[in-house]
């Protein structure tokens, strides 16, 4: 009987001791926060005064360029400039909006039922939450086009990059790539064609789909891109906490890099940023996935505006080896956050892989 109980507590000691000298779980990679946070915060402009948020970015000749959401004293959202030449410090910006549409015209139609829609509190309407693509020797705009009443639907324009850096803002007339009746968010152009085509990513789950374009022309206000909404069999079949695709992606060794905003059950209502790597080849495909958010709401100037626990990102650039990500802090104020590419693609590879199974994401152990 001692024999037995020695041999027990021999084999209690050995357990704990493997536990305790069980390596800790790595710390999550997150990105770093720029100590000027926030970069862009509302001025006494009247089109300006309320909130200056979820900025789009593209890069140039080394300068960030960045198209920001502004809501004013009449409550609608309208687009301002911003220039930074070093990714963190704001050096140029505009005392005017660079652009301000309805979505379909300058009233909203009447016709339709009312719906109840709140989005950073631009209640009145107007251009929501750029996405900014650069595409040869032209800089293309997505965003979400509010009516002020009910409709909410994807528009696309575009204007050259010659103007642009001229801060001549001769934007093409908008149209609506998304049907009308369904309300549309999140959607991105690819900065390069795949295959030979244009491509725009409308939905991450409960799959990627992509729709693919010989010209961009196609979408002419009559053709639409068909996609999940409430009202469609999907929709019950989306992944929880996926809320849609932040900034425009970006290629790299792995594939392309895409930024998606999320909620996590342990903090409802938060609005975190995950990343995923899209084949290089077939976008559809879903490569790595990062485990745990890469940016969570913890600063104040993400906790204290018009929604409390938000971060949300609509551009995102490389410039010198390093990943910097544009977002809004609690749909009120533009901050930035950056981290070394390699980096991130790194701590990508090395911990997750994401397959599909049943229409859903799962996330399973790399091969060792």
């Given amino acids: 009987m001692a024999k037995l109980v020695k041999k027990v507590v021999g084999r209690e000691i050995r357990a704990k001791s493997k536990i305790l000298r069980k390596k800790p779980a790595p710390k999550p990679l997150s990105l770093k926060r720029a100590p000027q946070n926030p970069i862009i915060e509302p001025r006494s402009y009247a089109w300006e005064s309320k909130a200056t948020f979820n900025p789009a970015a593209f890069l140039s000749d080394g300068k960030v360029y960045i198209i920001y959401r502004a809501i004013g004293e009449d409550d609608s959202s309208t687009l301002g400039y911003a220039r930074s030449d070093d990714g963190l410090r704001i050096r140029d910006r505009l005392p005017y909006f660079v652009y301000k549409r309805w979505s379909g015209g300058s009233k909203p139609d009447l016709s339709l039922s009312p719906i109840v829609y709140l989005s950073g509190g631009g209640w009145n309407g107007g251009c929501e939450d750029p996405r900014l693509t650069l595409l040869g020797d032209r800089v293309y705009m997505l965003y979400t086009a509010f009516d002020g009443w009910g409709s909410v639907r994807i528009a696309l324009t575009s204007i050259s990059l010659e103007d642009f850096k001229k801060k001549k803002w001769n934007w093409q007339k908008a149209v609506m790539i998304s049907p009308p009746h369904e309300i549309h968010k999140n959607w991105v152009l690819f900065p390069e064609k795949i295959l030979g085509r244009f491509a725009i990513l409308h939905s991450l789950s409960p799959?990627?789909?992509?729709?693919?374009?010989?010209?961009?022309?196609?979408?002419?206000?009559?053709?639409?891109?068909?996609?999940?909404?409430?009202?469609?069999?999907e929709w019950g079949k989306r992944e929880r906490g996926i809320r849609g695709v932040g900034p425009t992606p970006i290629k790299t060794r792995l594939g392309w890099l895409i930024l998606y905003h999320g909620i996590e059950e342990r903090d409802p209502g938060q609005y975190k940023l995950f990343a995923m790597i899209l084949d290089a080849?077939?976008?559809?495909?879903?490569?790595?996935?990062?485990?745990?958010?890469?940016?969570?709401?913890?600063?104040?100037?993400?906790?204290?505006?018009?929604?409390?626990?938000?971060?949300?990102?609509?551009?995102?650039?490389?410039?010198?080896?390093?990943?910097?990500?544009?977002y809004g802090g609690a749909d009120r104020v533009a901050c930035v956050a950056s981290i070394e590419l390699e980096d991130l693609l790194e701590d990508l590879r090395n911990n997750k892989v994401a397959k599909l199974k049943n229409n859903k994401l799962e996330d399973v152990p790399l091969p060792k």
Avoid: M
């Fill in 207 to 233: 799959r990627i789909k992509i729709d693919y374009f010989n010209s961009l022309d196609e979408l002419d206000g009559k053709n639409f891109i068909h996609s999940v909404h409430q009202g469609s069999p």
């Fill in 281 to 326: 080849k077939d976008p559809t495909r879903i490569i790595y996935r990062s485990p745990s958010p890469i940016l969570e709401p913890e600063k104040f100037y993400e906790n204290e505006g018009h929604k409390w626990g938000v971060i949300y990102s609509c551009g995102a650039v490389v410039l010198n080896k390093k990943l910097f990500v544009y």
